[in-house]
């Protein structure tokens, strides 16, 4: 059981470095919950599990892992994650579809990415 929503918990999102920083944007959380909340009605279960491969990050950590100075996973306003038994493409096209002209959203190999800049609605895969 997650602390912030159904499936996500505050630990889950803190950056990964241990520095304790874990404030995420609600916005963000809610997007991905509903993800969440769309493949369990499609795989007929309660609740997926959700794995988040990264949330927010202090900025050294962001520069560790080779992020962009810009990343929007600095200000809290970015998950990657994966939602077992769904292909990530699947998660890129429901975001796609549901948030399209809204947010940023990235299809990678074995993740999904996932940004709630404002005015973003860059798309991509990789």
Not at 23 to 31: A, F
Request: with cysteine; glycine share 10%.
């Amino acid at each position: 059981m997650g602390d912030l929503t159904k499936n996500i918990s505050r630990s889950e999102i803190e950056c990964k470095c241990g520095c304790g920083t874990d404030t995420i944007d609600s916005e963000t959380v809610k997007v991905v919950q509903g993800a969440c909340d769309y493949f369990a009605k499609q795989l007929d279960v309660k609740k997926v599990h959700l794995v988040i491969t990264s949330g927010i990050r202090c900025k050294e950590h962001n520069s560790k892992v080779g992020g962009s100075n810009k990343s929007q996973h600095i200000q809290g306003r970015a998950i990657d994650f994966v939602i077992v038994g769904v292909e990530p493409s699947e998660i890129y096209h429901y975001l796609d579809k549901k948030y399209t002209g809204r947010y940023g959203a990235g299809d990678y190999e074995t993740f999904t990415h996932l940004d709630t800049k404002t005015g973003n609605a860059r798309r991509w895969s990789i």
